[in-house]
């Protein structure tokens, strides 16, 4: 249970399933000759040994149950049998993949819950699933559960078994909340988030600082904020931890960059909206990627994406993925104040440099699919899923 | 005394004033009516109020001792006088004003150097002129001197007149250093150095750990560098240092951006040569500006400039201000391997995106030019400098 422990809490929002998500199939089987991973429909024939796998897989299979057939209420696979057998996975995103989109997170968070239901596991402690989510990616921890989700560091344990996720509050408590989501690029980026931060601690002299001295005082700030619904410190706070969560990587040595030129010109836009509006109405955070994700409130989503638009222009058709949003966004009558306000601080961006705009609210954990979402063959026990995007 | 107090010492390299400087003239008169200051061949009629101005004139003047003619040993002008004349300056940079280039530390160090010399100002003690500079600009204190220079942070007596610049070492000691200086951009950046580290201090919660618990420490590294002339350390320390003075200006909210895609694909080529060498002959520091200023030693740096050829293609005649550089440049044959190593890291730039390269290595301190340099009419008092570029 030592793998991927924080140096400090956090706090993440888990994004609509609907929106973007993972969706992920687990089989057993005797027939079985080696555990097998496929994802976005392409088999990563090195991945089932790797130990961020095996620590899902194994530690979720300690947890197993016999499997009763709901009908007849006879044991079709007793618990012990569960380690004689191999398993199969598929995975797909519906949304990039390793380019600070937190795929692996939606990933690992979603099998973890797959093996759970596959083998009936149960947790002998609250959170102990995110245990071993964590160890697959460290956010994934998060990921298991909907709304505001805590990260709480734990450490007092020495096998880190305290190091667990927690619902702060859940989608349903502030509703009004909207993300959008800019994606800069989609290319896979220079450094992974995993050993980013390995690096990091080993040699950014701010990391740790900000770890004890800095982290804790924010995150009771935060989980405050969103008890009351108090998007001025919510996003205030948002946006000074990831600035300074990037000035620990700029910090490293080598430095790490994760944002780019794009990436600033929407930091300093939203600045201008919000000093424009006198109050905070939208705040961003970045993680280990130039990706913008920006959270707002309902009254105020249709104004950003409106002056999103007015200065990154898109390139595609499918430029926002959400119809309905789309049209109202274009609809919009932007304040010619707030255009001026924002044009001395940003030049228009050139076409192209947002390639997405992912319209999201906050939603619900990892939730069962029915058999129709299948992405293993029940026959054959292979991989079905075909990534449309390899073929175009 | 007050102005510009530092929140740690640092240390600069006085680049040669053969490549880069300052140049300006100061006269006085009871004919003159007012103070007046020319900064590039354009009158600023606000400058000669304004407190940083103020605090260099009214400082050295408070220095003053008699003017005494060589010839006769009559005088010329009593110390008191002084005090009853105005003062006209002319000043100008041979290279981009307010671009991160340090042009308000070149320029206040030689207003303050040319006002001792026209005043016949005495130090009452080492480093008093130094103090005057600094509340022109905090790095002009530095620039006073030639070679390697420390601006000792001081604090301790509460005018702050122990806050002086030192020099460590000068240019001779170690001539082996050599001195890129890579312009990314030379329009006017979005926020002034002074303001910007204001405004770091009353919100970046890193700058402070910064200034207490990292800077002294390496302060005495890189001094001890220099004095063993170790250029893996001292170049490590110098790059190690411009990243997290970068790290603090993100961490300042709103945050500040100096760099930009442009200097971070500098900053990946130096560690893409480093590594490929196996150890450190090039190291990069940036100012409150996206330029880059790469330190090197002579027999490297003619690779280095080459490599810099070969991913940032030139766009002007005048790429690189030194002839005889650009043609050893030009004619040198870069290694293959090195070419694949940076390769994997940047991509070529686009034409244009570094404007221009200065060729320098460390000089000395201020000079006092021949009257044939005088930027002031000697009979009607005013400016005579035209700047070439305003006409083009």
Not at 79 to 107: C, Q
Not at 147 to 160: A, L
Not at 339 to 358: F, H, L, M, R
């Amino acid at each position: 249970m030592e793998y991927n422990t924080p140096i400090n809490s956090s706090l993440s929002v888990t994004l609509h399933q609907d929106d973007l998500c993972a969706v992920t199939t687990v089989a057993a089987s005797h027939k079985f000759t080696s555990d097998r991973l496929w994802i976005n429909g392409e088999e990563d024939e090195s991945a089932s040994s790797k130990t961020r796998f095996r620590a899902c897989v194994d530690g979720v299979r300690k947890l197993a149950t016999d499997r009763i057939d709901p009908n007849t209420q006879q044991v079709l696979v007793k618990k012990d049998e569960w380690s004689r057998m191999f398993i199969h996975v598929s995975s797909y995103n519906t949304f990039p993949t390793a380019a600070g989109l937190a795929s692996s997170a939606a990933g690992y968070a979603a099998l973890v819950f797959a093996l759970a239901k596959l083998f009936g596991a149960i947790e002998t402690f609250p959170g102990e699933f995110s245990t071993l989510a964590r160890q697959g990616s460290g956010s994934a921890c998060r990921s298991l559960y909907g709304g505001f989700v805590s990260w709480r560091m734990g450490g007092q344990k020495e096998d880190w078994s305290d190091s667990i996720a927690e619902q702060v509050a859940s989608e349903d408590y502030w509703p009004e909340i909207r993300v959008l989501i800019c994606v800069v690029s989609d290319t896979k980026k220079d450094t992974s988030s995993t050993s980013g931060m390995e690096t990091s601690v080993a040699t950014s002299s701010l990391l740790q600082h900000r770890a004890k001295n800095v982290v804790p005082e924010r995150m009771q700030i935060i989980e405050h904020a969103i008890f009351n619904r108090d998007f001025e410190t919510f996003g205030k706070i948002t946006m000074m931890d990831s600035n300074q969560f990037h000035s620990t990587c700029l910090d490293t040595y080598p430095p790490i960059f994760y944002m780019n030129d794009v990436s600033k010109n929407i930091i300093k836009l939203v600045h201008a909206y919000n000093a424009w509006a006198g109050e905070v109405r939208a705040a961003y955070t970045f993680d280990a990627g130039p990706n913008a994700v920006l959270y707002t409130l309902d009254k105020y989503v249709v104004e950003i994406g409106a002056l999103i638009l007015e200065f990154f222009t898109p390139l595609a058709d499918e430029y926002i993925n959400n119809e309905e949003f789309l049209r109202q966004v274009m609809s919009f009558n932007l304040d010619t104040s707030l255009v001026t306000a924002v044009q001395n601080y940003i030049q228009k961006s050139k076409p192209g440099d947002i390639k997405k705009i992912y319209f999201t609210k906050s939603g619900p954990g990892p939730r069962h699919l029915g058999k129709e979402r299948s992405l293993i063959d029940i026959q054959t026990g292979l991989n079905i899923f075909i990534n449309e995007k390899s073929h175009s």
